[in-house]
Nanobody, 121 residues
Framework: QVQLVESGGGLVQTGGSLRLSCTPS????????MGWYRRAPGKQRELVAD???????NYADSVKGRFTISRDNAKNTVDLQMNSLQPEDTAAYYC???????????????WGQGILVTVSS
């Protein structure tokens, strides 16, 4: 079973930067859409950004111009560069990916365990 492993979270001051990374726990055949969601305390989960294998990306309005999503199709990894962080960005961030484990597999959706990002004011 593939797991998505997230790294890069932590505590940062307002205006600071963090880079989140997400890596499959084992080699996979390919990944379709990959992205990041977040859940802030007391709020619903929301899409932060996602990216297709073509490089086409979507962003939540609240992070446009501050966050950049990127992926490495050879390694099937996805990163989220977060700049100009604000206290309202404080949340648990979850990586997800549509993964085809082998040539013969169908695409299935996988999620990471979540990683905390805390922005202090």
């Amino acid at each position: 079973q593939v797991q998505l492993v997230e790294s890069g979270g932590g505590l940062v001051q307002t205006g600071g930067s963090l880079r989140l990374s997400c890596t499959p726990s084992k080699n996979i055949f390919t990944a379709g859409v990959m992205g990041w969601y977040r859940r802030a305390p007391g709020k619903q989960r929301e899409l932060v950004a996602d990216i297709r294998s073509t490089g086409s990306a979507n962003y939540a309005d609240s992070v446009k111009g501050r966050f950049t999503i990127s992926r490495d199709n050879a390694k099937n990894t996805v990163d989220l560069q977060m700049n100009s962080l604000q206290p309202e960005d404080t949340a648990a961030y979850y990586c997800y990916a549509d993964i085809k484990e082998t040539f013969y597999s169908t695409y299935q959706e996988y999620w990471g365990q979540g990683i905390l990002v805390t922005v202090s004011s």
